[in-house]
């Protein structure tokens, strides 16, 4: 049987910094029985999505009482136990996953789905990133070390 981790103190404190995160008493929020090993905030909407080894990622508020939200959250790519990353477009319109499959998956920022699912790597896909000035390019890397640049 795994331990529940109390994924939103993780997430509030790296969010937060640590001061606010003692004062914000949120030991049961969401139980998750599964590690979260990445948290990225929206740029624009109040709003952070944490990585779960769930194969999902989960969405909550930025502001008390730092909600989860029960009805939306982004499925589709498989994590598989690696440190699978996400990251939001500069304009907070997409949502990017890796995925132990190799591939990239664009996800549409409001309504959660996949609009696009990139073959990329032959190994886990472990992270992904928008370019800061060049809206429609994207870099991933593997697990084998290997980077790619899309557009």
């Given amino acids: 049987m795994q331990t529940p981790v109390y994924c939103v103190c993780v997430c509030v404190c790296i969010c937060l910094g640590f001061h606010q995160f003692l004062l914000c008493h949120l030991p049961y929020v969401y139980v998750e029985a599964y590690t979260c090993p ?11 999505v944490a990585q779960s080894n769930g194969n999902y990622d989960a969405i909550f508020t930025t502001t008390p009482p730092y909600r989860l939200n029960k009805y939306k959250r982004y499925e589709g790519h498989v994590v598989s136990g690696f440190p699978i990353k996400c990251n939001f477009s500069l304009d907070g319109k997409k949502l ?13 920022y409001q309504s959660s789905k996949v609009v ?14 928008f370019h800061p000035v060049i809206p429609n390019v994207i870099a991933s890397c593997s697990w084998d070390g290997s980077i790619l640049v899309f557009e």
């Fill in 38 to 48: 990445c948290v990225r905030c929206h740029p624009f909407d109040s709003i952070f």
């Fill in 96 to 108: 990017a996953s890796g995925s132990s499959d190799g591939s990239i998956y664009l996800y549409d």
């Fill in 116 to 129: 696009k699912k990139i073959k990329a790597h032959d190994q886990a896909c472990i992270d992904v990133a």
